[in-house]
Every structure is written in structure tokens, then in C-alpha cells.
């Protein structure tokens, strides 16, 4: 089921990146093919982060690189060339890899399912290498002129580095905001005697029954 799940999301996000244009048009093409390209080498570059580290690629390593491809190719799908897509994809495999597996443990953030690395770290990631891999023969269809770092316009760069800083400014507050109000009516986390029994003590009812018959 996770399998059949990455699949429909990497097939969706075609859709998504592709379908952004709203058309059969040159850009439209280009933002598929980069997203397959990021994807794929995501996938890649974790499952040997897999095999470096721990010793053995995993199922949900892939499964999550698929997303963190995804993800961290979006805000470049229509900007950059198919190297550029590589590197972003590379970058989406081992640099939320390292969030996941290394910063988060220290950091002990309570994030079960990985949605800050996946999500957070990718995007950010993906947004910041716009400003330095934006390729002016691809830009060309969507905003003739538009180039990044690598191209001699490190002010691109600069302007993806301001965005992203409003961006995760507005969201921490609101979180917090959001957060400190629904706290006020319902506790943010069940108690550890709760969170050990699991779901029977939380919703009354077992979603996996592993006891012996």
C-alpha cells in the first residue's frame, strides 16, 4: 500500500507541475520532465544515503525520497534545465535524509511521520536552488530575462532567500497563534500513559491486533 500510495503522488505531481501552465505548452513539457528527472534522482540518492549509513536500502526511505523529489522540484519544475533537476533531486535525497535521520533525533522534535524534512526542508531546499539554477534557455517561456546564480544574477538568488524568510516567519507565528488557541480548549498531546497503549486508549478501538489467538 505505501508502494501504490508514492506511486499516485508521483503520478499526480505531474499533473500538478505540468498541469500549472494550464496548457499543452512548452514550459508544460519541461516542468514533467524535470519532475521526473528530480524524483527519480531523489529516490536514488536516498536509498544509497540508506545503504551508506544504516546499511541497508528501506521501503519507507524511498517512499518518503519520492516525496522530498516532489517536492523540492516544484517552485523550480518550469525554471530549470534537466542537469538542474538532477541536482535539485540529489539535494531532495540527502539533505532532508540528514534532517530526518541525524538533526531531528537531536533536536528530539516530535515529528512521527517526518512532514518538517519531507515537506519543510525539501521545499526549502528546492526554493533556494531556484535563485542559483534558474536556466535562462528555459526560463525563456515563462519569463524571458529570469536567470539565477549560476547564470550571473545572484540577485535571484537573494529574493528566494527574502521569500523564503517571510514565508517561515508568517507561518511560525500563525502556528503558534493557532496552537496557543486550540490549547486552550483541548490538550496539544495525550499523556505518556496514553501515548504508550495507543490507539485503544485514545480512540477505543485496535487499528492492528497483533495479540496471539
Known amino acids: 500500500m505505501v508502494v501504490i500510495g ?3 503522488i508521483w503520478l499526480g505531481w505531474n499533473g500538478f507541475n505540468g498541469g500549472d501552465p494550464y496548457g499543452s505548452t512548452i514550459d508544460a513539457g519541461i516542468a514533467v520532465l524535470n519532475t521526473e528527472l528530480a524524483a527519480a534522482a531523489s529516490v536514488v540518492a536516498w536509498i544509497l544515503m540508506d545503504m551508506s549509513f544504516i546499511k541497508k536500502p528501506t521501503l519507507v526511505g524511498a517512499t518518503t525520497a519520492c516525496v522530498t523529489g516532489l517536492v523540492a522540484i516544484t517552485p523550480a519544475a518550469g525554471y530549470v534545465s534537466g542537469y ?4 535539485i533531486g540529489i539535494a531532495a535525497g540527502t539533505i532532508p535524509w540528514m534532517t530526518l535521520n541525524k538533526l531531528s533525533p537531536k533536536l528530539k ?3 512521527a511521520l517526518g512532514v518538517f524534512p519531507a515537506h519543510g526542508v525539501a521545499g526549502l531546499v528546492g526554493g533556494l536552488l531556484t535563485g542559483i539554477l534558474a536556466d535562462p534557455t528555459v526560463t525563456q517561456y515563462v519569463d524571458p530575462g529570469l536567470k539565477g546564480w549560476l547564470y550571473g544574477n545572484f540577485n535571484q538568488f537573494l529574493i528566494q532567500v527574502e521569500a523564503a524568510a517571510i ?3 508568517y507561518v511560525f507565528v500563525v502556528s503558534f497563534v493557532l496552537l496557543k488557541l486550540i490549547g486552550l480548549f483541548i490538550p496539544l498531546q495525550e499523556s505518556p500513559e496514553k501515548l504508550k497503549v495507543g490507539d485503544e486508549a485514545i480512540h ?3 487499528v492492528y491486533d497483533f495479540a496471539e489467538v
Do not use: M, P
Open 204 to 206: 477505543g478501538e485496535v
Open 167 to 169: 514565508v517561515i516567519a
Open 109 to 111: 522534535v516530535d515529528d
Open 6 to 8: 508514492a506511486g499516485l
Open 84 to 87: 538542474g533537476a538532477l541536482v
